[in-house]
């Protein structure tokens, strides 16, 4: 069982920056590749960015590329999204998700664990 924790949401004007976080219980982190996903109001949930079991293997959204890192620290059982350039259609809740498949994926169907949710409001 994972358990994830996400923060560092918030309230930002447009071209700002915030850096989201998400903290992992267990001693499996290492071994899940890790995505972090957002849902707009009346929107489906969709792919932001996602991450290998060692760090390589990244993965992002043609709408936020350029923009966005993700990375994780396996010592600190953490994934981060550091996000750059904010615009008002970044506004969404984001998640992160946890992966125990062997193959890579995009597809939220496929991750198995899932934190709460963190909210990020993008101000024009």
């Known amino acids: 069982q994972v358990q994830l924790v996400e923060s560092g949401g918030g309230l930002v004007q447009a071209g700002g920056s915030l850096r989201l976080s998400c903290a992992a219980s267990?001693?499996?982190?290492?071994?899940?590749?890790m995505g972090w996903f957002r849902q707009a109001p009346g929107k489906e949930r969709d792919i932001v960015a996602r991450i290998g079991r060692s760090g390589g293997n990244t993965y992002y959204a043609d709408s936020v590329k350029g923009r966005f890192t993700i990375s994780r620290d396996n010592a600190k059982n953490t994934v981060y999204l550091q996000m750059n350039s904010l615009k008002p259609e970044d506004t969404a809740v984001y998640y992160c998700?946890?992966?125990?498949?062997?193959?890579?994926?995009?597809?939220?169907?496929?991750?198995?664990?899932w934190g709460q949710g963190t909210q990020v409001t993008v101000s024009s």
């Open positions: 267990g001693r499996t982190f290492s071994t899940h590749a």
């Open positions: 998700a946890a992966d125990t498949g062997i193959i890579l994926t995009i597809d939220s169907n496929e991750y198995d664990y």
